[in-house]
């Protein structure tokens, strides 16, 4: 099994996938367990001494003015995870909760947190046993961390609470633990509030979401190029010189893409031949490298954002180098935020322009020769008309989801946390935004495919007929009489969302970008 390292100085988006998706074996670093000996030792002095200090000797949030006496910080520490373990609704995903838990881990080992070399080790043991923490789907503002669902995991590690085991059943995390021969923490000074205090539900569905969106992406020019052939369109626009005098480096990839996927077409460049000639095609065919590119390189921009977190030690306060241990304002989730936002309008207006060329291959009065809704018999059969519908209605779900989080802010803990980033909510709609794509960019291709083996007589670029080709073997079926279409959309889902729509055409056509 693949063994992630962690060590001082952050991880990698690859790394997180590993262990969110793969369950990829978690090891701490020797250098980690020098630097947690470290900080801890600064903390326990400090913890020693009558001045407070928040989150070691005080009470949290707006109730820091408290000075705890030191037969109650195990307590206090114990009760700040139970009170803040307040999530309702929905089990959030476990890929989403192993990511969580292996980021906070990630900021624990830089030794800027103060715990306990043994408490990070116990949270290496529960990820590495398959033990996933209940976590819900509401309870973090995205400030002072993913307050209630890192909480939850938290709880876990006390002993308490509820989780789910390897098999997959959920059970009271105590027993989990016995089980796997795991030891529950026993808190001590700053502990409690170091496990809950980062941004790392928001970051680790960020990580994923962008992975997921790249395949995405490639997979968008993809179904791009096959509409441009099945409408008779020119690939002209895709010209490198025409993309280099506008120089943004994802229109100049996806347009890259499109050329190479209709490299040897015999359906592009028909326009004069046509009973009615066209002199360029319509803004959903001709601007798809715009606006796909956009995307793209709001991608990068938010890749930027998210490799910086990764590098981050997010805790309120911090220990530094020099021995102090200092509040800050670094949980904030608003880097995050942002772009989760950006990223799930992106995703969005790709998701409308799919629509838009997926309706002009149904409309006689615009596909250019194609039967009506790519029909068999058009009137005894409805063809792909209300696959449209079910596209058009993701489409408008995404329109609702773009509206960004991050515009909004509800002050909490009595006035003290009075502006919050609601990264948290960002990111679970952008998880629900990159669902709804994927369904998206599979009707285009279902339609695509479909309207490419109406064009009798004409042949379709190899990396198109290769993407046919691989369509078909994985379920999506062909032109034909009217059936029951669920199935065949729900194979086009799984075919897009598994890579093998891009697996398809890279053989033919390289790596895409």
């Known amino acids: 099994m693949h063994t992630v390292v962690v060590g001082t100085s952050g991880t990698t988006a690859e790394d997180v996938i590993a262990v969110a998706r793969g369950n ?3 090891e701490l670093s020797g250098e980690a367990l020098d630097a947690l000996a470290r900080a801890r ?15 070691v000797s005080t009470g949290f949030g707006a109730l820091a003015s408290r000075h705890i006496s ?16 307040a999530g309702m609704g929905p089990r959030v995903e476990r890929e989403v909760v192993r990511a969580l838990m292996f980021l906070r881990l990630k900021t624990v080992a830089s030794g800027h ?7 990070a080790q116990t949270m290496a043991d529960v990820l590495n046993a398959g033990i996933t923490p209940v976590v819900h789907e509401y309870g973090s503002l995205g400030c002072s961390g993913d307050l209630a669902p890192l909480s939850h995991c938290a709880l876990t590690l006390m002993g308490e609470g509820d989780a789910e085991g390897p098999d997959g059943v959920v059970r009271p995390a105590g027993e989990l633990l016995a089980e796997a021969g795991i030891q529950p923490v026993v808190l001590k000074e700053k502990e409690g509030l170091a496990l809950l205090n980062g941004t790392d539900g928001m970051l680790g569905m960020l990580v994923m979401a962008l992975a997921d969106l790249d395949k995405l992406y490639k997979s968008a020019d993809i179904t791009a190029a096959l509409t441009l052939e099945a409408l008779l369109g020119t690939e002209k626009v895709l010209a490198p010189e025409l993309h280099a005098i506008r120089p943004h480096p994802g229109q100049g990839a996806s347009a890259a893409n499109m050329a190479a996927v209709l490299k040897g077409s015999g359906l592009t460049g028909h326009f004069q031949e046509e009973s009615a000639p066209r002199v360029q095609d319509a803004y959903s065919v001709r601007c798809a490298p715009q606006v796909a590119g956009a ?13 910086r977190e990764l590098a981050s030690a997010v805790d309120n306060p911090v220990v ?14 608003a880097p995050v935020a942002y772009v989760l936002d950006f990223l799930a309008i992106a995703a ?11 309706d002009r291959l149904l409309d006689k009065n615009r596909s250019h020769g194609l039967p009506p809704f790519l029909a068999d018999d058009a009137g005894v059969d409805s063809g792909l008309m209300i696959a449209q519908y079910t596209q058009a209605a993701l489409v408008s779900e995404m329109k609702r989801l773009a509206v960004p989080a991050s515009a909004d802010s509800i002050p909490s803990s009595a006035m003290q946390e009075d502006h919050v980033s609601m990264g948290w909510s960002a990111a679970r709609k952008l998880r629900t935004a990159v669902d709804n794509l994927t369904r998206i960019i599979a009707i285009e291709l279902y339609a695509a495919t479909r309207a490419i083996e109406l064009r009798h007589g004409l042949t379709a670029a190899p990396a198109s007929l290769a993407a046919i080709a691989a369509a078909r073997a994985a379920g999506v079926e062909g032109p034909g009489p009217d059936r029951f279409l669920a199935p065949d959309l729900a194979a086009a889902d799984a075919f897009v969302r598994s890579g093998g729509l891009v697996a398809a055409v890279e053989p033919v056509t390289g790596p895409l970008a």
Do not use: C, W
């Open 41 to 55: 030792e600064i903390v326990d002095a400090l913890a020693a001494k009558p001045e407070p200090v928040y989150g």
């Open 348 to 358: 969005a207006d790709l998701g409308s322009i799919a629509e838009r060329r997926t």
């Open 113 to 119: 947190t103060g715990v306990r070399p043994s408490v």
């Open 70 to 85: 030191p037969e109650l910080r195990a307590q206090l520490q114990r009760n700040i995870v139970r009170s803040h373990a």
């Open 295 to 307: 995307g793209r390189d709001t991608m990068a921009h938010a890749a930027l954002v998210a490799s």
């Open 24 to 26: 990829a074996r978690i």
């Open 320 to 333: 530094l180098p020099d021995g102090r241990v200092e509040s800050n304002g670094n949980f904030h989730g």
